[in-house]
């Protein structure tokens, strides 16, 4: 079955530390994104690519950064400029043609220790 | 700025027939989007109105007004398994970058016995 498998569930990080959340599709979607959820609020765009070896800022990018070598393959590094890093990470994609149709993972989450 | 509003919170028992109100403000639109997140899950794409009047689907349906800024989701033959939250969304542009979605705060519907 096509999906979107994001690894690992529940993530630790340390002061100063460098942290990788992994998004991985078999869908053979162009487009894919990363999206921050605090609790009770709604879901803020941090980046998204359109195409392989390019991605674009969203609205939250200070602190994160991502790579998109393979369309499969999507990480988010949450570095250790992001001050407030605990949240619910999203990951998701969508055919360019119809990007209101996002299909998401599972989600992992965030804390620091 | 960008701004979506939509209830908080909503209360509906078993059977009954309940509305989520969407109104949105943004430079530039294409469509408005709904989606369902249970508890801790990943949101799923429930349905999308890029032009003004109502979709159904089973027991959902969507409803927009361009020119009023304004949009809802129905959802009828309430069940239990409804109790989640329902978060609307607007596709805006973006120069040369196809655009990019951003979400409201989300409405918790929680269905009574």
């Known amino acids: 079955d096509g999906g979107i498998t994001q690894s690992p569930k529940y993530l630790f990080r340390k002061e100063g530390q460098n942290v990788t959340l992994s998004c991985e599709q078999n869908l053979n979607h162009d487009a894919m994104y990363w999206y921050r959820q605090d609790p009770g609020q709604g879901l803020r765009l941090i980046y998204y690519s359109q195409i392989v070896n390019d991605f674009q800022k969203g609205d939250i990018a200070e602190g994160y950064s991502v790579s998109r070598e393979k369309k499969e393959s999507f990480p988010l590094t949450v570095t250790s400029a992001q001050k407030n890093p605990t949240a619910f990470y999203l990951c998701a994609s969508s055919i360019r043609t119809l990007r209101e149709k996002l299909f998401f993972g599972s989600g992992t989450q965030l804390s620091v220790l | 700025g960008q701004s979506l509003e939509q209830p908080s919170e909503v209360t509906a028992v078993e059977g009954a027939i309940v509305q989520i109100n969407c109104t949105y403000q943004t430079s530039g639109f294409y469509g408005l989007s709904w989606y369902q997140q249970h508890d801790g899950g990943a949101p799923t794409f429930l349905s999308y109105?890029?032009?003004?009047g109502l979709e159904e689907t089973g027991r959902f349906s969507s409803f927009l007004s361009r020119s009023d800024s304004y949009g809802y989701l129905l959802l009828q033959e309430l069940q239990m398994k409804d109790s989640a939250s329902y978060f609307c969304a607007v596709r805006v542009p973006i120069y040369n970058q196809g655009g990019k979605l951003i979400f409201g705060q989300g409405t918790e519907l929680s269905v009574k016995p």
């Open positions: 109105n890029a032009l003004d």
